[in-house]
């Protein structure tokens, strides 16, 4: 079935797979125009001297939302017909990609769900599909599930087919550690970097000040290699506006968490991450974020389990929700 050009809901088979999508090399530029559209203030992502001492790596780091942008877009070819987003369950990065790396993607379907028929629409089903990423020396860079709506071509006769219920994710040290294993954080606690992964507490709640317009929506989408036609054309669009890429909001909501959490040198996992509603072009996100749980890492600093609760105020005025995200990120 990986043949199949913008499939259906019902032209899907639990095992179908789907590679073709061009590999892409990470570069300056990319990483640029990324930041220009979502910001965030990673600090590795923008010092490259200072992100060669911690990673050892003698290439720039390369932002952990630019790069899980590129493997969803990758996985739209499964998605070019959706209509929206659903969630995303363990998300965890293998490696930590640099600028330079080539990464390439292998989408899976692994579950299928028949939505109930209902007289005022046409059918439509829910496709559970696993993502694995891994860069030019075939390393595991991500590994994650994500859940997308297609339409169908007729009702289905089926019930629901494999993996259909994702729960959070629960991660262990080791599997935290992953991507971070060999990273070393002394160099940046020299630097004081405010607040320190000891001063953090469950609980705690960060400020966030202020929100982001949500700009460039369709160019973010191309960046990415997104196909899906919610985030290009407005004339199957039923209020006559673009549905937003779900990852713009993600990275905005990231850029929110950096603001609020200055210190955090990356992000290593996501526990799941919830689109509530949709985001359209011109809107202002703005978050909440808490503090979950804290681990401490044996090479120092730790792991900081996030909620990120982002709200959408539209050009009226209207506010909904539109983003439920518990990330964990890595604090000196």
Same mark, same amino acid.
């Given at each position: 079935?990986? +043949? ?9 088979? $639990?095992? /179908?797979?789907? &590679? =073709? #999508? ?129 339409? +169908? ?9 494999? $993996?259909? /219920?994702?729960? &959070? =994710? #629960? ?142 105020? /539209? ?18």
């Amino acid at each position: 079935m990986s +043949a199949v050009d913008a499939p259906h809901f019902d032209d899907l088979e $639990i095992g /179908d797979r789907f &590679a =073709s #999508a061009p590999r892409m090399t990470l570069t300056a530029g990319m990483a640029a125009v990324h930041h220009a559209i979502v910001g965030g203030r990673l600090r590795l992502a923008f010092d490259a001297e200072l992100a060669a001492e911690v990673t050892g790596s003698s290439q720039p780091f390369a932002s952990p939302a630019l790069v899980w942008d590129i493997a969803i877009g990758q996985s739209t070819l499964v998605t070019q017909r959706a209509i929206a987003n659903l969630f995303y369950r363990g998300l965890s990065f293998l490696s930590a990609p640099c600028i330079g790396d080539t990464l390439s993607t292998e989408t899976t379907i692994v579950g299928l769900r028949p939505l109930t028929p209902k007289p005022d629409r046409p059918p439509r089903g829910l496709v559970v599909m696993r993502i694995r990423t891994v860069d030019q020396k075939d390393r595991a860079v991500l590994d994650f599930h994500r859940c997308a709506m297609l339409p +169908a071509r007729v009702e289905s006769g089926k019930g629901p087919r494999g $993996i259909v /219920d994702l729960p &959070a =994710s #629960a991660f262990s040290i080791q599997q935290l550690s992953a991507a971070v294993r060999n990273w070393s954080l002394a160099r940046c606690r020299g630097l004081g970097w405010a607040p320190s992964f000891e001063s953090l507490a469950p609980g705690t709640a960060l400020p966030v000040v202020g929100g982001d317009a949500v700009s460039s929506a369709p160019e973010l989408a191309r960046l990415t290699m997104n196909l899906a036609a919610i985030h290009h054309d407005l004339t199957i669009s039923a209020t006559g506006e673009r549905l937003v890429y779900g990852g713009h909001t993600i990275g905005i909501a990231l850029a929110q968490i950096t603001r609020a959490l200055p210190s955090l040198a990356t992000i290593v996992a996501w526990h799941d991450c919830d689109h509530l509603g949709p985001v359209r072009e011109g809107d202002t996100l703005h978050s909440q974020v808490g503090i979950s749980a804290c681990e401490p890492r044996p090479e120092g600093g730790g792991f900081v389990h996030l909620r990120s609760r982002v709200r959408a105020t /539209d050009a009226a005025g209207r506010q909904s929700d539109v983003l439920d995200w518990r990330l964990v990120g890595l604090v000196p």
